[in-house]
């Protein structure tokens, strides 16, 4: 089970040395540095592999597949969750409100579309099971009317699909930084607001996917978790890629709806658990929206849950004094209405970028040029 560097929740006794390594937290021990001696040795090797495959299709060695439609990428360095997805959902309503047609390629993680292409929504909510599309391709189903979304490993074909069967003029790739087989126009790379790149490492060793380097690609640096609307950390940018534009996010919460639909009021005493990247954030939303939580429980992120574990955590929650339980609208698609009596209701949530929210769209539309021109 990985979290992010940061997370202060309940975690396992693996997972805890794991964030320990991670953050160099005990590093003067023995054993710690002998632990961390073999990963640091890997993420060696990783590096190497990182620098031969971005030397491979810097040189035209590794092909690229530059699709009519326009392409935008939008991903992160680290592993764990930083907002990729609602951010994905977020650019895809408003091409279509502005008459594209967006389509998302997502790679439907921890689902079974394989290389696919698996056509799990056409832009009228979910065609597959969760559990064969993944969460984060099933959340974009539900949350994108209109809006075709595809999901495989292979986003060749997934992008092949898209322009033949739904005539796509726009391709958002879902988590794509790191995928550079489809040629793109704009790259989005999210941030934390808070975290220092500078002192992570590379797999294993560490959390990033990437050095940090590599955030020379994008276009747009999103910094999640804002606190205010000036981008943070402007130096970092310079150093790395002073030609992005900046924009600060963080999540405004539309309040919360139950399972079936229908309001929920936000005062009762509540349960909250959830399986994502970035559990704290979601906490944090909830006391920002003054829900009172008497309980919490963490799960690995993309967890999948079964009906026994959601009427334990019903219990847990009588026992707590809750009256319902509360969790993320990529949590409750993998939870069946009839699992549990109990009140179960969903924290919506919409990215927010501090009035800047025209000025973004104004960046995308004129980057991405007129529907039909050449990249």
């Not at 035209?60 to 997805?85: C, D, H, M, Q, Y």
Request: one cysteine or more; aromatic letters at 8%.
């Amino acid at each position: 089970m990985i979290r992010p560097p940061g997370w202060e929740g309940p975690v396992s006794g693996d997972e805890r040395w794991e964030h320990r390594l991670w953050t160099k937290k005990g590093e003067g021990g023995l054993t710690g540095r002998a632990a961390r001696s073999p990963l640091t040795l890997l993420s060696g090797v990783y590096h190497f592999g990182v620098q031969l495959r971005l030397a491979g299709y810097r040189m035209g060695f590794i092909p690229r597949l530059r699709p009519e439609a326009k392409v935008i990428s939008v991903g992160n360095l680290t592993v764990g969750g930083t907002g990729k997805t609602p951010l994905t959902a977020w650019i895809a309503r408003r091409l279509k409100d502005n008459g594209r047609s967006p389509a998302v390629l997502t790679r439907g993680y921890k689902g079974r579309a394989g290389e696919g292409p698996l056509t799990v929504s056409r832009g009228g909510g979910l065609l597959v099971p969760v559990e064969e599309a993944g969460d984060e391709a099933a959340f974009l189903a539900q949350r994108l009317h209109g809006v075709p979304v595809i999901a495989g490993s292979d986003r060749a074909r997934s992008a092949e699909l898209a322009m033949r069967e739904f005539k796509a003029t726009d391709l958002i790739l879902d988590d794509g930084f790191q995928h550079l087989a489809l040629e793109r126009d704009l790259d989005f790379l999210v941030v934390e607001a808070g975290r220092d790149l500078d002192r992570e490492h590379l797999l294993p060793r560490g959390p990033l996917r990437e050095p940090v380097s590599a955030a020379s690609r994008a276009h747009v640096i999103i910094f999640s978790g804002a606190k205010d609307e000036n981008p943070p950390r402007q130096k970092w940018m310079d150093q790395y890629c002073g030609h992005a534009a900046g924009f600060a996010m963080r999540y405004r919460a539309l309040g919360l709806v139950g399972l079936a639909g229908g309001i929920r009021p936000l005062r009762a005493p509540a349960f909250a658990f959830c399986g994502i990247g970035n559990p704290e954030g979601f906490f944090a939303s909830l006391a920002d929206q003054e829900v009172p939580v008497v309980g919490k429980e963490v799960f690995e992120d993309h967890h999948l849950y079964t009906q026994k574990e959601v009427r334990r955590l019903a219990e847990t929650a009588r026992k707590a004094g809750a009256t319902r339980l509360v969790t993320t609208e990529k949590d409750a698609m993998k939870i069946g209405p009839d699992w549990t009596r109990f009140d179960l209701t969903v924290l919506r949530v919409e990215p927010d970028f501090f009035g800047r929210e025209q000025k973004l769209l104004d960046f995308i539309l004129r980057n991405l040029g007129p529907v039909g021109t050449a990249a």
